[in-house]
């Protein structure tokens, strides 16, 4: 588990970005345009917490217990990497570029005006997000309920992941049909102490159909996500921008552009070990892995 926890940290942070370079990067931003800046991560979290989590539609009628990794790459669409910016009357851009970096994006904007200049912080400037998971799955007579749940402790903060989910099946009630339904439910909840904490739900109709040791499956399904950033103001009496002049703390909510996703993939059956791919289509791409001992 250790391992898999450092694994997950990891992959969370492989994209160049530190809780000291969050909090640094937000601090120049009031509580209006770190929504606007914030959002494209609220979307990628909520994209990859709600990934995963099916590879088959069938449940086992009897008894059943799997446990395994998940593995993505979530692909930042260019309209998620700037934003144009809510600026006072009388304010334009110092270089001639309108619109400023958002928490993916490249360079931030600088914008003159009456009152001071007005700076905004650059972003990271990448456009992949991974995320790797471990996750664990009972079932029982055509229910099974799914759970994820890492804890850790880096940079003197403590980080916690928890998943649980619910799926039922619904092809058991429906004689001779050929493909195998189920619907489920998760909710998902990553928090970084003192910094974000963000809440994901989604409500998923899922179709397969095995030939011999391959599932080829299919999923339709309904996402939000929702992120709070904590962090402090640090206070600039020459900034134009009157709400970031002084030191206070920022508590803002944020909700992704996370909706409807369709999913497509395939999983391959050996024996005990089974191997899954698929794709997913919605507000950012997804490209998922993974991999199940099933029992």
Known sequence: MKKLSTLLLISILAFNISFAQVDDKFSFLDENEVKNFGKPLVTAFGIGMNTGTFYTAKVSSLFGFSIGVRAMMIFIPDDQLTFKPNLPKGYS????????????????????????????????????????????????????????????????????????????????????????????????????????????LAFSAQASKTFGMFTAYGGLQYESSKLTFDYTIKGDPASGNPLVRTDRKISAEVEGDNTVRLTVGGALSLGFLVLNADYSLGAMSVASAGLTFEF
């Open 93 to 200: 851009s110092a270089n001639g570029v309108e619109e400023t970096a958002t928490i993916f994006g490249d360079k931030g904007g600088v914008y003159a005006g009456p009152y001071g200049m007005i700076t905004y912080p650059n972003g990271i400037n990448e456009t992949n997000f991974p995320i790797f998971y471990p996750q664990a799955t009972v079932s029982l007579l055509g229910t099974e309920l799914l759970v994820r749940y890492v804890p850790l402790k880096v940079e003197d903060r403590s980080i916690t992941l928890f998943g649980i989910g619910v799926k039922h099946s619904v092809s058991q009630y429906i004689p001779l049909v050929p493909l195998d339904f189920a619907v489920q439910i998760m909710y998902n909840k990553f928090d970084v102490e003192n910094l974000i904490s963000s809440s994901h």
